[in-house]
């Protein structure tokens, strides 16, 4: 063979690898499934305002005594019922006479969280909080105790939705669809967590706290290579 013979026919191999190289289709792939929250965390502060740090510690402890009772009375497990933080400081008010900070007191306060594994009772658990002398309630936060199993379900319509549309891809290039040779799927989305609605109602023994919440949405994202042919 002549060397311009097995220069053209190396040539030629390199094209025609490089046309396999380049036969392949990227698409991505959507999925997304409703799924009921059953579970609630509550975050609740306590603020206590005291002339002195062993007034102001004295008050917050026993706030959060009631609040343990109150779980405790709820049959919220004590692994649900989490002590986040304690912390006290100087408070100081600006005298316009002589002109300097003076020191009216101290704050201590608590930070405590709640897990629910009953919506029904998340109303009742505000409002009685609030009641024990808990001064902030922040909105429920949602999850529910399906979201592996639902992300599961989306993924695999991520991956019927990347194959339609690498199917359409392909179809309109003239090309016929082959395996899928590489995947990327990232961990589960977090889409915004939708807030129940919390409506104080008139305190009263016969007007408790009402509250309902929507869906979570569960969602996934998937990226996948196939190979494709003519």
Do not use: C
Not at 36 to 61: F, G, M, N, S, Y
Not at 94 to 116: H, K, P, T, Y
Not at 162 to 182: H, P, V, W
């Amino acid at each position: 063979m002549s060397k311009l013979a097995a220069l053209l026919l190396i040539l030629v191999s390199t094209v025609a690898s490089a046309d396999d190289a380049a036969r392949t289709i990227s698409v991505s792939g959507f999925g997304s499934v409703e799924t009921p929250p059953d579970r609630a965390t509550l975050t609740l502060t306590i603020v206590a305002r005291q002339a002195t740090v062993a007034a102001a510690q004295e008050q917050a402890a026993a706030v959060t005594t009631k609040v343990l009772e109150l779980a405790d009375d709820m049959d919220i497990p004590e692994n649900r019922v989490d002590t986040m933080s304690a912390t006290i400081h100087p408070e100081y008010r600006w005298n316009r006479d002589n002109e300097s900070q003076e020191l009216v007191g101290f704050v201590a306060q608590r930070r405590m969280r709640l897990e629910i594994h009953d919506l029904d009772k998340v109303g009742v658990a505000i409002e009685r909080a609030v009641e024990l002398g808990v001064n902030q309630v922040s909105p429920p936060h949602l999850t529910s105790s399906r979201s592996r199993d639902a992300y599961r379900d989306a993924l695999d319509e991520a991956v019927e939705d990347a194959r339609e549309n690498a199917e359409r891809l392909a179809a309109a290039l003239g090309l016929t669809l082959g395996d899928a040779i590489q995947v990327q799927g990232g961990a589960p989305a977090q889409p915004p967590v939708p807030v129940g609605r919390a409506e104080a109602m008139a305190m009263s023994d016969s007007a408790a706290q009402t509250y309902s919440a929507g869906d979570l949405t569960v969602i996934a994202n998937i990226n996948v290579v196939f190979e494709a042919s003519l």
